[in-house]
């Protein structure tokens, strides 16, 4: 495991792009606060084990379940092949732990390698913020029961991971936008979430859920072929010329 973990800091080393660096305040002050995100998405992994434990062996008698919910019918069919409710969420666990340790290990890596450049420390925040939502097992309401500051933290950590995601492929290579036009899709794009996470019963958040499947994969579009087209046309311009 080691073996692996030097060969991709290796790799990393070599292989990431040279990017915009920041002058000597600002990096100081933007390390600090990755290792304080860093940390709070590690505070949440921890705390939401239990929960996520107790969610994961709940059956779901419901039309639509969440992902890894037991039904049942996936009991009965548990019971066929011996295996218990709970041997089965304590799999489920142990899954999504490895999962959010692999989003960790790699923005640690690239931190570790590359914080110096703004491209690569925004990727590395993305990467360990993102994974703490994305294998997370267990209900927002569930950790919100216990105190708000619960569900303010998950959703100061969705926001940052879910708008880091999409900002990435708005910023790819160098952590500029180009053209310049896609930085107002960015910041209408940074506004929705900001609605959806931290005022989800507001009627305009209500909505944005209900049209999620029309607007979010626009978005993503527009900050996958941007650039792509920006490139092209350019590349096309200079052989012209």
């Known amino acids: 495991m ?5 060969a991709a800091s290796s790799a990393l080393r070599r292989k990431l792009p040279e990017g915009p660096r920041m002058p000597g305040y600002w990096l100081l002050l933007a390390r600090g606060a990755w ?9 949440y992994c921890l705390a939401n084990i239990p929960g996520a434990y107790a969610r994961v ?10 992902l890894f919910a037991l039904t049942p019918s996936s009991v009965k069919e548990l019971q066929v092949l011996g295996i218990s409710v709970g041997f089965f969420a304590a799999y489920c666990i142990t899954i999504a732990i490895v999962s959010a ?3 960790f290990a ?11 450049d703004r491209m690569a420390l925004f990727v590395a925040l993305a990467l360990v913020t993102f994974g703490a ?8 309401d569930t950790l919100a029961a216990r105190h708000p500051l619960w569900w303010l ?18 910023l790819f290579p160098d952590g500029r936008f180009i053209p310049r036009w896609t930085m107002l899709p960015a910041l209408v794009l940074i506004v929705l ?37 920006c490139a092209t046309s350019c590349l096309t311009s200079s052989e012209q010329g």
């Open 2 to 6: 080691n073996h692996l973990f030097v």
């Open 35 to 43: 290792i304080v995100v860093a940390g709070l998405s590690v505070v």
């Open 57 to 66: 062996q709940t059956i779901c008698t419901q039309r639509m379940c969440p």
């Open 101 to 103: 340790l692999v989003w």
């Open 106 to 116: 790699v923005g640690a890596v690239i931190f570790w390698h590359k914080s110096d």
């Open 133 to 140: 939502v994305v294998t997370s097992l267990s209900s927002p």
């Open 153 to 170: 933290l998950l959703s100061f950590l969705t926001f940052l991971g879910e708008t880091s995601i999409f900002l990435f492929f708005y």
């Open 193 to 229: 979430f900001g609605c959806l996470f931290f005022f989800p019963s507001l009627p305009f958040s209500t909505w944005l859920i209900s049209s999620k499947t029309v607007w979010f994969p626009g978005f993503l579009m527009l900050g996958l072929f941007a650039p792509t087209n």
